[in-house]
């Protein structure tokens, strides 16, 4: 990349100059090395760090359905503390995602 060496000068961003192209399995595999968003982990809290309120498992067992107008019906079913499943429209195989709930507090 082109350097300057005038005070205040920095490095603009040019993905172009350093984007790597990955497969999809290459991706898979990056992936299970290292998954650690804004400094968590997988069982630590993310959204706004230190002033999210407690996980909780008040839903789990709660079924529930997301309906948009126009659009899509999604049937969700909350399995435990971490795990949220869902069918895909028009299929009977559920499928899971990482969930996470929040207690209001009083």
């Not at 192209?21 to 069982?43: P, R």
């Not at 948009?68 to 079913?77: E, H, V």
């Amino acid at each position: 990349m082109p350097q300057s060496d005038q005070k205040g000068a920095r490095t603009v961003c040019h993905s172009m100059w350093t984007f790597e192209n990955m497969t999809e399995e290459l991706v898979h595999q990056a992936a299970q090395k290292n998954i650690v968003a804004f400094g968590c982990t997988a069982d630590t809290r993310q959204m706004m760090r230190g002033n999210s309120l407690p996980f909780s498992d008040l839903r789990v067992g709660e079924e529930f359905a997301l309906c948009y107008d126009n659009g899509p019906a999604w049937n969700d079913r909350v399995a435990d503390m971490k795990k949220l499943q869902w069918p895909k429209e028009g299929e009977t195989q559920w499928r899971e995602e990482a969930y996470r709930t929040f207690e209001a507090g009083e």
